[in-house]
């Protein structure tokens, strides 16, 4: 089944959802695309938070542990790593617009901290450490409300009462209750008019009117934790319960229909809790997939050695060799971003996109490197000169057949003004141009080369 995955506006969205699955699966992120789940890592995590051009994903980091921390991405991978010695069993995260806001369930406290990991302030509850089992918080017309186990006083004084409905959602500030009756709650959020609230250990969704009522609720399966709302369903993290695990139960999404409140499909992720979903903008979500991966050269050459680790070879040298290729196996698409004109003679940065239409690997490796360059031929209105071979880029990584990367190569102009065919493609050296093999193999563009400006 194909789930529409999208929030009021015209961008593609994916559901992120934060993991965890202590001494059985393990933790980790996955996403779903409507169509898939995929696994992005394994690092066991709690909250999740999306603002409009980063993510702030909080790692598990269990009391016994001590401290926190948390990964902040942007569309190319992680930002920052932030090391929150003050956070104690960190759950959940909020964005005021200048500070993260999470919850310290351990010290039973609420902390804002500054993009750079420093505590600008802290709110604390009344009694021991983790006697309210603080977890989820939100932000509702500028106001922030939190989820409780319950007003306890000693150090876990919520353990055996779970179902004893004192959980509720608070406004910090004030504290006027706008939910309660709850059952060790997760996530609330408030939408369509209602808060809407995860009865976690009932395994329900419930909403509730403005009185605090129970206005509808869907019952759903194991332990719901994780509450995302897209335009037309509303996504449901179901665990697995802690004590009912007898073999491997896999924890699932469950997909609600917003305006019914009925079940309408579930999505199975491989881990056996999930702590938080999140919608995020597609290229955003496409920064947390990337991760720490933000060097190419890095990473290819981790990959490499981890090739050779995994078959138990500590090599000397760690790149694959490249041997000649065959005029057939010497196959691309090129696609470039180019300037509107050059300056003659002026060293330029351009992006460009090479996928590779072979059943070959190609590298830029001894003894015959496949590189990225270009050639500057001449039209009918070119001045003269010879025809001028570029400069050779290395490939940032090993290209599979079919795989697409995306990089930057410096292009030098030619000294002179006038109108040039400009061709990107493949260079094997001791070998030959890839578009003099295959004419569908290299990006050619006319150009105009203008005189440098003064300077």
């Not at 902390?111 to 009344?126: F, I, K, M, Q, S």
């Not at 509730?208 to 335009?231: C, H, K, N, Q």
Request: hydrophobic share 35%; with cysteine; proline share 5%.
């Amino acid at each position: 089944m194909s789930l529409s995955i999208s929030v009021d506006s015209d961008e593609e969205f994916v559901l992120l959802a934060s993991c965890a699955g202590d001494e059985d699966t393990g933790g980790g992120l996955c996403s779903f695309d409507g169509r898939k789940v995929e696994t992005i890592d394994r690092v066991s995590s709690a909250g999740l938070c999306v603002t409009q051009d980063r993510i702030f994903r909080l790692l598990r980091t269990p009391l016994m542990t001590g401290g926190g921390e948390m990964l902040i991405y942007d569309s190319r991978g992680v930002k920052n790593y932030l090391r929150v010695d003050e956070l104690a069993d960190g759950h959940y995260i909020a964005w005021d617009g200048r500070h993260v806001v999470v919850a310290s369930t351990g010290t039973n406290s609420i902390l804002w901290l500054t993009p750079g990991g420093e505590v600008a302030r802290v709110w604390r509850a009344p009694g021991e450490d983790d006697s309210w089992h603080l977890n989820d918080l939100t932000f509702h017309e500028g106001r922030l409300y939190v989820c409780a186990f319950g007003n306890y006083a000693g150090y876990r004084g919520y353990k055996g009462f779970e179902r004893h409905g004192h959980g509720h959602v608070f406004d910090l500030e004030n504290g006027r209750t706008v939910a309660s009756g709850l059952c060790a709650p997760h996530s609330p959020r408030f939408f369509d008019g209602y808060w809407s609230v995860c009865n976690s250990m009932n395994g329900e969704l419930v909403q509730f009117d403005a009185p605090g009522r129970i206005r509808r609720s869907v019952e759903l399966a194991g332990f719901t934790r994780g509450l995302a709302i897209g335009d037309r369903y509303v996504f449901v993290g179901e665990s697995s319960r802690r004590s009912d695990r007898g073999g491997v139960r896999r924890a699932t999404i469950a997909v609600i229909d917003r305006e019914t409140f009925e079940l309408v499909d579930r999505v199975g992720v491989p881990f056996q809790e999930i702590s938080d979903l999140a919608l995020a903008p597609a290229g955003l979500a496409a920064g947390a997939s990337n991760g720490f991966r933000t060097n190419h050269m890095r990473t290819s050459e981790q990959d490499q050695l981890s090739l050779f680790r995994e078959i138990g070879i500590n090599p000397q040298c760690i790149w694959a060799s490249s041997d000649p290729l065959a005029p057939e196996q010497c196959r691309v698409r090129v696609e470039a971003s180019l300037p509107a004109e050059f300056d003659a003679g002026k060293l330029t940065l351009i992006s460009c996109a090479i996928t590779n239409r072979s059943e070959c690997f190609y590298c830029s490796a001894i003894p015959n490197p496949v590189y990225i360059s270009y050639k500057w031929q001449l039209t009918e209105r070119s001045p003269a000169m010879d025809h001028q071979e570029g400069l050779r880029t290395s490939l940032p990584r090993m290209l599979a057949p079919a795989e697409t990367l995306t990089c930057r190569i410096e292009v030098l102009p030619p000294p002179l003004a006038g109108e040039f065919l400009l061709t990107i493609t493949l260079v094997q050296e001791g070998v030959g141009w890839f578009d003099e093999f295959d004419p569908c193999s290299g990006f050619s563009c006319l150009m105009q080369i203008k005189e440098p400006a003064n300077l």
